[in-house]
């Protein structure tokens, strides 16, 4: 029985090396809060990338044990930790993408806004350390809420001089890959043809789903749009109540952040054909930052795609506009905060 199982054994254990043998051009990634929920299976995550030359992990406290762990995975990527505020510029020298998941979470009973006077320090503190030391970098921000965090970097970003609206994400990827499965599930779809592109913000009604937009096409009936729309504008509260007082997503938030890790690094490897959504600065409506479908490219966000939000129903165009007050609002309360401190 042995012999008969170990060349295959042995067959899949090379193809799964192979996939992880270091490629022409590799990039240096930093995860801000690594030895958090997210940040732990993040960086691991990011370890299997075959793009990836070095991972830096940043953070305030016990990311030592993270990065000793992690660096015994024999991928080609090297791991180097960095602990509290005087290591922060080392970590973020050289580095090509810069991850931020650092902050609290939510607990229930709360909103993503009541995390921002703790959230907005901590984003504006890293966000500074990222212009003065690497600012070329894709930045990408996890930390919530994102419709105000995403502004307070551009703030802080143009405040150093070294703002790069095409380089900086607020990461919505989990709305996306949220949507997917339940669509997937609820129209019974090969979940891995299915893709929802989801725009807005990263908050309650500001997330909207673009149902109609579905690929492959698949139809709804109205209840259907409706449960479905509630679910992934819910899906983060969902996942805090069912933790119940431990936090908010970790583990779906990794497999999110990683897929915009490697599209990103798949972008700056030169792949022409890389989309997602994200919260990006953004003229498609008159609000300054818009969650939508980009391209990427190797200087970051190629085009925004306008069509998007044309041709929506009028379910979509009601939802669109119900959202706009509150994302304004929390853009604003970002950008008079970055203000305020400069
Ligand atoms: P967590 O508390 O488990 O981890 C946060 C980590 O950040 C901790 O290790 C902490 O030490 C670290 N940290 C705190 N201050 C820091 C600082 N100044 N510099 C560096 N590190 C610092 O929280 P979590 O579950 O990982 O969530 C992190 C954030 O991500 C929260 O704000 C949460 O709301 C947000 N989040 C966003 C999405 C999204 O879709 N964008 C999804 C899930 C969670
Ligand atoms: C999520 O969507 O899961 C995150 O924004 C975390 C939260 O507070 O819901």
Not at 8 to 20: G, P, S, V
Not at 25 to 48: D, E, Y
Not at 173 to 183: E, G
Not at 317 to 342: D, H, N, T
Request: some cysteine.
């Amino acid at each position: 029985l042995r012999a008969s199982f170990a060349p295959r054994a042995e067959k899949q254990a090379q193809n799964f090396e192979n996939r992880l043998q270091p490629r022409a051009s590799t990039f240096k990634v930093a995860v801000l809060g690594a030895a958090g929920g997210i940040g732990q299976p993040l960086a691991l995550l990011i370890k299997m990338s075959p793009l990836v030359s070095a991972l830096h992990l940043y953070d305030v406290a016990n990311v030592k044990g993270v990065a000793t762990d992690l660096s015994h995975c024999n991928t080609p990527s090297e791991v180097l930790e960095f602990t509290g505020p005087s290591e922060l510029s080392n970590c973020l020298k050289g580095v090509d993408v810069v991850v931020i998941p650092a902050g609290v979470p939510r607990k229930p009973g709360m909103t993503r806004d009541d995390l921002f006077n703790i959230n907005a320090n901590i984003v504006k503190t890293l966000v500074e350390a990222v212009a003065d030391n690497c600012p070329d970098a894709f930045i990408h921000i996890i930390s919530n809420p994102v419709n105000s965090t995403v502004p307070i970097a551009a703030e802080i970003l143009k405040q150093k001089g070294v703002y790069n609206p095409k380089k900086l994400f607020g990461v919505t990827t989990l709305d996306v890959v949220r949507a997917n499965t339940f669509v997937a599930q609820k129209k019974n779809l090969r979940l891995i043809d299915v893709d929802v592109p989801v725009v807005g913000g990263h908050a309650g009604i500001t997330i909207l789903p673009l149902l109609s937009k579905t690929r492959p096409a698949a139809n709804f009936t109205g209840q259907e749009i409706e449960e479905l729309t509630v679910r992934i504008q819910n899906a983060g509260t969902e996942v805090v109540e069912a933790k119940a007082g431990e936090g908010s997503a970790t583990l779906s938030m990794a497999y999110a952040a990683a897929r915009f890790v490697e599209s990103s690094l798949r972008a700056l490897d030169g792949d022409t054909d890389v989309y997602e959504c994200s919260f990006v600065q953004s003229e498609l409506t008159e609000l300054p930052f818009f969650a939508s479908r980009i391209k990427l490219g190797k200087n970051g966000v190629e085009a925004v795609i306008s069509s998007d939000v044309q041709g929506l129903t009028e379910y979509e165009a009601k939802a669109l506009e119900a959202l706009k007050p509150e994302l304004k609002s929390s853009i604003e309360k970002g950008v008079a905060f970055a203000q305020k401190q400069a």
